[in-house]
């Protein structure tokens, strides 16, 4: 049945994982999207703002300086283009901090409240509600992640020197910090621990198994780039169709319909890599639940415990 619980505290090997990570996104897709639109409508509209600057500024100068045309627009729209650009590139900075914070909180909370709830029977708003209780903690993990995502870059152009080996070395401490990053959040919000002690827990967890944690965000991080890629597949192509017949009839490119199309592809691509990264999350919640049953077996002490009670 579709609706049947999905056990997350398993010790499960590396090929379980998966299995239940799909299990897990087949039975919860449709009501997480829900809960990820409702809590997200502000920033989708942000985004699409943020979408409407960077498209303007970029259209905008391509269809001044485009000979195509025999426009010249002078000095003072090509800094009103700049103008667009700027401004949309640091809004949707400002916006992708937010919302990356925010829906890293959301799907950890959505699988933890499933977790209690053993299976889908909860509120949105219990959700949103372990959201806001552990907002403070939220923000000041996501300053954490400066300094370890520096570190991680200066060690990215050291490796970058070394041949082959220097890039595979790259990418395995990536897909580490990934699930290092993504179980601390898990254990910080599950646990109720602090922001330093749910990143020592954290490491405790993933470096006992490296290759496992590795594997796992490697595997799974393709197949959800992959998914991203399926879904994107025919917008894409329908924007492609439109390039070629503005390129082929020399439709203004700064057109109404031109700057509608583009922004809207655009402000698309930007969502889906919103819920791209809560997908993401979801592998570290797999990862966590398995990860701390294979390391403190509580829940199979705590069966073991019940059958013994049953037989006496």
Same mark, same amino acid.
């Given at each position: 049945?579709?609706?049947?619980?999905?056990?997350?505290?398993i010790?499960?090997?590396?090929?379980?994982?998966?299995?239940?990570?799909? *299990? %897990? $996104?087949? @039975?919860?897709?449709?009501?997480?999207?829900?809960?990820?639109?409702?809590?997200?409508?502000? %920033?989708?509209?942000?985004?699409l703002? #943020?979408?409407?600057?960077?498209v303007? !500024?970029?259209?905008?100068?391509?269809? #001044?300086?485009?000979?195509?045309?025999?426009? *010249?627009? !002078?000095?003072? *729209?090509?800094? #009103?283009y700049?103008?667009?650009?700027?401004?949309?590139?640091? &809004?949707?900075?400002?916006?992708?901090? =937010?919302?990356?914070?925010?829906?890293f909180?959301?799907?950890?909370?959505?699988? /933890?409240?499933?977790?209690?709830?053993?299976?889908?029977?909860?509120?949105?708003?219990?959700?949103?509600?372990?959201?806001?209780?552990k907002?403070?903690?939220?923000?000041?993990?996501?300053? +954490?992640?400066?300094?370890?995502?520096?570190?991680?870059?200066?060690?990215?152009?050291?490796?970058?020197f070394?041949?082959?080996?220097?890039?595979?070395?790259?990418?395995?401490?990536?897909?580490f +910090?990934?699930?290092?990053i993504?179980v601390?959040?898990?254990?910080?919000?599950?646990?109720?621990?602090g922001?330093?002690?749910? %990143?020592?827990?954290?490491w405790?967890?993933?470096?006992?198994? %490296?290759?496992?944690?590795?594997?796992?965000?490697? /595997?799974?991080?393709? +197949?959800?780039? $992959?998914?991203?890629?399926?879904?994107? /597949?025919?917008?894409?192509?329908?924007?492609? /169709?439109y390039?070629?017949?503005?390129?082929?009839?020399?439709?203004?490119?700064?057109?109404?319909?031109? #700057?509608?199309?583009?922004?809207? !592809? &655009?402000?698309? $691509?930007?969502? &889906? =890599?919103?819920?791209? @990264?809560?997908?993401s999350?979801?592998?570290?919640g797999?990862?966590?639940?398995t990860?701390?049953?294979?390391?403190?077996?509580?829940?199979?002490?705590?069966?073991i415990? @019940?059958?013994?009670?049953?037989?006496?």
């Open positions: 049945m579709k609706d049947k619980y999905i056990e997350l505290r010790n499960r090997d590396f090929g379980d994982i998966l299995t239940a990570y799909f *299990d %897990f $996104l087949k @039975q919860n897709i449709k009501k997480f999207t829900n809960v990820f639109l409702s809590y997200n409508g502000i %920033f989708l509209i942000g985004l703002i #943020t979408s409407y600057l960077l303007s !500024g970029f259209v905008g100068m391509i269809s #001044t300086n485009s000979a195509l045309y025999g426009i *010249d627009a !002078g000095q003072t *729209d090509d800094e #009103t700049w103008i667009y650009i700027i401004a949309g590139g640091i &809004l949707f900075f400002l916006i992708f901090l =937010m919302v990356a914070g925010l829906n909180s959301l799907s950890s909370s959505y699988m /933890i409240k499933y977790d209690e709830h053993k299976g889908i029977g909860f509120t949105k708003t219990e959700v949103w509600n372990l959201t806001k209780e907002l403070g903690n939220t923000v000041v993990f996501i300053l +954490l992640l400066i300094p370890i995502y520096l570190l991680f870059f200066i060690a990215s152009i050291i490796f970058a070394i041949p082959l080996l220097g890039m595979f070395a790259q990418y395995i401490i990536q897909f +910090l990934t699930a290092w993504g601390s959040f898990y254990s910080m919000l599950s646990e109720n621990k922001v330093t002690d749910a %990143f020592g827990e954290g405790n967890l993933v470096s006992k198994n %490296f290759w496992k944690s590795v594997g796992v965000n490697f /595997i799974l991080g393709l +197949l959800n780039g $992959l998914l991203m890629f399926i879904v994107l /597949i025919i917008p894409g192509i329908l924007i492609g /169709i390039t070629f017949h503005v390129v082929e009839n020399n439709v203004d490119v700064g057109g109404i319909v031109s #700057t509608v199309v583009y922004t809207l !592809g &655009l402000c698309a $691509l930007l969502i &889906l =890599m919103v819920y791209a @990264q809560c997908l999350q979801f592998i570290n797999i990862l966590f639940y990860l701390h049953e294979k390391t403190y077996n509580i829940n199979t002490r705590s069966k415990e @019940q059958i013994g009670q049953s037989e006496q």
